[in-house]
Nanobody, 121 residues
Framework: QVQLVESGGGLVHTGGSLRLSCAAS??????MGWFRQAPGKEREFVAG????????IYADSVKGRFTISRDNAKNTMYLQMNSLKPEDTAIYYC????????????????WGQGTQVTVSS
């Protein structure tokens, strides 16, 4: 059982930045991913990172603006979000799966409770 706790969400203006963190309760050879869900929309993939600190994958909508990273010594994953837009407003969730990151939410086994990100125009 892996417990995940997200933090770092908040309210920012368009063009601002936030850094999300996801702390895992155990160390292991698992991939980690970020997903988000806006009101009235389905959960969508944002970014993922495989267990050995690479490779990384991103949704087209965040490429060049968001950067995913992890610190295996701290069992923590990060999402640096720059140039934020109102359409980035959502609850952001982190999740884990075995070894290699994928874009499908159904591939992930454990999920955090989410952290709210709101970008005002």
């Amino acid at each position: 059982q892996v417990q995940l706790v997200e933090s770092g969400g908040g309210l920012v203006h368009t063009g601002g930045s936030l850094r999300l963190s996801c702390a895992a309760s155990v160390r292991g050879f698992y991939a980690m991913g970020w997903f988000r869900q806006a009101p009235g929309k389905e959960r969508e993939f944002v970014a993922g990172i495989s267990w050995n600190d690479g490779p990384t994958i991103y949704a087209d909508s965040v490429k060049g603006r968001f950067t995913i990273s992890r610190d295996n010594a701290k069992n923590t994953m990060y999402l640096q979000m720059n140039s934020l837009k109102p359409e980035d407003t959502a609850i952001y969730y982190c999740a884990t799966r075995a070894q290699i990151a994928t874009m499908a939410s159904t591939d992930y086994n454990y999920w955090g409770q989410g952290t709210q990100v709101t970008v005002s125009s």
